[in-house]
């Protein structure tokens, strides 16, 4: 019944490795978004796809690549791991006919890069 | 610029009301939202208001909006303990939401 899932809840890794995490939407949505939030909450918005294109990237590294397979489904791939990205990353996604933007948010995966 | 501003924290005594306020900078901004966020848990949309209405009410919730000011309230009355949270505003951005910095709400008994 969730809306918005996220797997894994928690990664722990190493610096230099590769992770991914990954995003699924049951709401019938055609937007979906990655958002990082820092260890002081402040929460930025990373990318956003449409029907599967990508329309946002926020001055993000390229070791950063979003993957949507599918309306449903947004992924993300994190190459070489750096100890700065350590955050907890948020999926959300909207209706893009929807004029008042609601986005909803899934729970949050927690990285942490040792 | 892009920025959202919010005071970093608010605690108040149960049943008493909360005020949460936030600044925002971008006179276009068609939407301002209220998330609440929980420990652990993700975002969760309370509220919104469109740029052309000055309150929205909603049961407990009141949303008040200067425009000249820039300037957006969250009124929370009779404040409980499930209250205790991190409230952030968001105004929206051409294709995308700008967040403010987070209030954290503490409900004390």
């Known amino acids: 019944d969730t809306a918005v899932s996220q797997t894994p809840k928690y990664l722990v890794t190493q610096m230099g490795n590769d992770k991914s995490i990954k995003c699924e939407q049951n709401?019938?949505?055609?937007?979906m978004y990655w958002y990082k939030q820092d260890s002081k909450k402040f929460l930025k918005i990373m990318f956003s796809y449409n029907n599967k294109e990508l329309i946002i990237n926020e001055t993000v590294p390229n070791r950063f690549s979003p993957k949507s397979p599918d309306k449903a489904h947004l992924n993300l791939h994190i190459n070489s791991l750096e100890l700065g990205d350590s955050a907890v990353y948020f999926c959300?996604?909207?209706?893009?006919?929807?004029?008042?933007?609601?986005?909803?948010f899934g729970p949050g995966t927690r990285l942490t890069v040792t | 610029g892009e920025d959202v501003e919010q005071s970093l924290f608010l605690s108040v005594r149960e049943g008493d009301s909360s005020v949460i306020n936030c600044t925002y900078t971008d006179s276009s901004s068609t939407y301002l939202y209220w998330y609440k966020q929980e420990p652990g848990a993700g975002l969760q949309l309370l509220t919104y208001i469109f740029s052309n209405m000055d309150m929205k009410q909603d049961q407990r919730l009141t949303v008040l909006l200067n425009k000249k000011d820039k300037h957006l309230s969250l009124r929370i009355a009779d404040t409980q303990t499930g209250d205790s949270a991190i409230y952030f505003c968001?105004?929206?951005?051409?294709?995308?939401?700008?967040f403010g910095t987070g209030t954290r709400l503490q409900v004390f008994p």
């Open positions: 959300a996604s909207s209706r893009s006919s929807d004029t008042a933007y609601e986005q909803y």
């Open positions: 709401l019938g949505h055609d937007t």
């Open positions: 968001a105004e929206r951005h051409t294709d995308k939401l700008i």
